[in-house]
């Protein structure tokens, strides 16, 4: 019987959730989903300088807003500190480790040999047999791993396939600092190991720490993971992803009106592929995802083919879901508090009823917001530019003549409305858009809206003839 499968993310919390981590966190949630295993998240903060609560409590909230949940409680690599000293002291006992006294001179004198030879820094493993009674008095070593003098090391990589490395490239790394403190390769081997991790999802620049890992891996006579190294993410330009290209924090995307639906889809194409397809939902995502599916080459990120891909996902989402994002949304932005405090029963009824048409027209949450605040602008609209040349003294004229046509209605409806505008368009002997363009900047202040005889269902007969009148001469 094969073992659960287990993934785990495990982000470093010197920051937000950056667009390349959430795809990490996507690919082993997807994974673990798809198998039916789990995956369990840990905070790598052992670099204490730099780690922060308010790094992992914006990470935490990232994972949530794009719906990745994780098994049991996150773990804090510094919390597992000693058991991570007694392996470094199991590797001394059985003589896969040693002492190293040298000084920080002469690491540099190592490095500055190597460069002048054209070679890469590596260590001489000059402490690696000497009798530790030579080392200088009152010094506190560093411990390094024993590593293989000849041969190579393997990895079996699910998307970078082979990878084998020779030894002579790995030197004998620090394992422990002189002030007790493990590295990272050697914590992480331990984390691994003991939480049960089955399978490694990460980006490809860990492919040498894989095989300086694998060396710990083997040295405890431990079994090492499945290991699957990702292709990182460029910009649209090829170029490393900067902030220019989109490596923001997840919190920037949900505040530029992304939909986290539409997030997933977006990152699980970047780097992944299932035939042709380009538009997932959740569950079929779930359904396809396997290692099998991730391309060597980097992927590019293209706010275009995001936000197009947004509007999709937009359209496919009940018009009460939306809702219900746009008013979580509204506390993130600037003037969303102002968009909160009027919302009532009333409000959210009117809503609803413009959410059909908007909703077509709008690519994210913030198109939606600009396309519904006409139920929100209090009298006497203020009118944008475009609007205010529409409304012309002729246009003014025709809005006071069409007044009466909306008072003598006494079903308010979109076949009663619809009716009275192109009967009063074909008295006027006018083009239907040349009376919907004045009745719109009228009633939305604006040049672009859903549809007017939505606009006008909206609204309400009174709300309606009051916004005309405020225009009419």
């Not at 059985?94 to 820094?121: H, W």
């Not at 891909?309 to 932005?333: C, E, F, I, W």
């Not at 007969?461 to 916004?467: L, M, N, Q, T």
Request: proline share 5%; hydrophobic share 40%.
């Amino acid at each position: 019987m094969c073992p659960q499968v287990v993934t785990r993310f495990a982000p470093s919390p010197t920051g937000f959730l950056h667009i390349g981590g959430a795809r990490t966190a996507l690919f082993n949630w997807l994974y673990a989903k798809a198998q039916g295993g789990k995956m369990v998240l840990r905070i790598e903060d052992t670099d204490r300088e730099r780690s922060t609560d308010a790094a992992i409590d914006a990470i935490k909230a990232g994972m949530d807003w794009l719906g990745l949940d994780y098994d049991g409680e996150a773990v804090s690599q510094y919390s597992r500190v000693e058991r991570h000293r007694k392996v470094v002291e199991e590797l001394l006992a059985q003589g896969k480790a040693y002492r190293c006294y040298c000084t920080p001179e002469e690491l540099t004198e190592m490095r500055e040999t190597a460069r002048a030879n054209k070679q890469p820094p590596r260590y001489d493993g000059r402490w690696r047999d000497r009798d530790p009674s030579e080392a200088p008095e009152g010094m506190k070593p560093a411990i390094r791993i024993k590593a293989p003098l000849d041969g190579s090391t393997t990895i079996e990589d699910q998307v970078q396939g082979t990878v084998v490395i020779p030894n002579k490239d790995l030197d004998d790394m620090i394992i422990m600092r002189s002030d007790g403190n493990p590295t990272y390769n050697l914590a992480v081997v331990v984390d691994d190991h003991d939480m049960g991790i089955t399978h490694i999802i990460r980006g490809d620049d860990h492919l040498t720490n894989a095989a300086r890992q694998t060396l710990v891996y083997q040295a405890m006579g431990w079994d090492v993971p499945v290991m699957s190294h990702i292709p990182l993410i460029h910009g649209p330009d090829g170029a490393k992803l900067s902030k220019r290209h989109g490596a923001l924090g997840v919190e920037a995307y949900r505040d530029m009106g992304y939909l986290p639906e539409a997030m997933r889809n977006y990152l699980v194409r970047l780097g992944w592929s299932h035939g042709d397809d380009e538009f997932f939902s959740t569950v079929q995502m779930i359904e396809w995802f396997d290692l099998s599916g991730i391309g060597k080459a980097a992927a590019r990120f293209d706010f275009k083919k995001l936000e197009n891909l947004n509007g999709q996902h937009m359209r496919a989402t009940d018009d009460k879901a939306l809702y219900d994002y746009l008013v979580s949304l509204l506390p993130h932005l600037e003037d969303g508090q102002t968009m909160l405090d009027m919302l009532d029963a009333d409000k959210e009824r009117q809503i609803m009823l413009a959410m059909p048409g908007v909703k077509e027209r709008a690519k994210t949450l913030l198109d939606l917001k600009a396309g519904l605040a006409f139920v929100f602008d209090a009298r006497p609209l203020s009118l944008e530019e475009k609007a205010a040349k529409l409304l012309t003294d002729d246009a003014r004229a025709l809005l006071k003549d069409i007044i009466p046509v909306f008072e003598g209605l006494d079903n308010w409806s979109l076949e009663s409305t619809d009716a009275a505008v192109r009967q009063f368009a074909e008295d006027k002997e006018l083009k239907l858009g040349k009376v919907a363009q004045p009745l719109r900047a009228a009633l939305t202040g604006r040049s672009t809206s859903p549809g007017i005889f939505d606009v006008l269902i909206v609204l309400g007969k009174d709300e309606s003839i009051a916004r005309l009148k405020d225009q009419a001469i």
